[in-house]
């Protein structure tokens, strides 16, 4: 069965620190990888990764995706109070009756 | 540019009622997916619908059933609802067909409460 895990399920981190958020997949038919932030009802697009080891930048945000060991990370530097949120990991396949598999998430609380 | 919309925000129905939800794209958007998400299972994909036709269904039973106008406007429909059917229903909608890299765009959701 196709899955999708991500790791912590929920974090508290003082607004500075420096977070690391995991997700890896056993998927079939593996197309891209995506990131989305949620912060109250609808999920916002932050990254699509498709190549192995190539970092995706925005601001203080970065992901990569390793698909030797089949998994992502996404990198927060110097949280900020508004980086709170779930964090959800997606494996996009090429086929099957579930195109877009999600992780439950990771919440996020970054306290002043 | 107007994101998606869905109707209505929020939702109390009873055990047995029947429901129908509404998405409208983005414009020029021409695909819509549907998903369950709940604090337990996260988010759950129900179907997807690429000009007017449904092109992918997740595992869910026959209650839940969609569809696609000639718009790309979308509705969804739970009958005889169950008290597990309470969630987070969102729509998303994308530029590209299904099968392709898609963004995916998302609206805010329809809360569904059943009692």
């Keep these: 069965e196709d899955k999708v895990v991500q790791s912590p399920l929920s974090l508290v981190v003082h607004e500075g620190d420096t977070v690391t958020l995991n997700c890896s997949y056993e998927v079939t038919n593996f197309r891209s990888l995506l990131w989305y932030k949620q912060e109250k009802k609808a999920p916002t697009f932050l990254f699509m990764l498709t190549s192995s080891g190539i970092e995706k930048k925005s601001g203080r945000l970065s992901s990569i995706l390793d698909k030797k060991e089949l998994s992502s990370i996404l990198n927060i530097t110097a949280t900020q109070t508004g980086d709170s949120a779930i964090y959800l990991c997606a494996v996009l396949r090429n086929s099957g009756n579930t195109p877009l598999v999600f992780g439950k998430g990771t919440r996020l609380s970054v306290i002043a | ?115």
């Design chain 2, 1 to 115: 540019k107007a994101g998606v919309t869905q109707t209505p925000r929020y939702l109390i129905k009873t055990r047995g009622q029947q429901v129908t939800l509404s998405c409208s794209p983005i414009s020029g958007h021409r695909s819509v997916s549907w998903y369950q998400q709940t604090p337990g299972q996260g988010l759950q994909f129900l179907f997807e619908y690429f000009s007017e036709t449904q092109r992918n269904k997740g595992n869910f039973p026959g209650r839940f059933s969609g569809r696609q106008f000639s718009n790309s406007r979308s509705e969804m429909n739970v009958s005889t609802l169950e008290l597990g059917d309470s969630a987070l229903y969102l729509c998303a909608s994308s530029l590209a067909p299904p099968g392709t890299n898609e963004k995916l765009f998302f609206g805010s959701g329809t809360q569904l409460s059943v009692l």
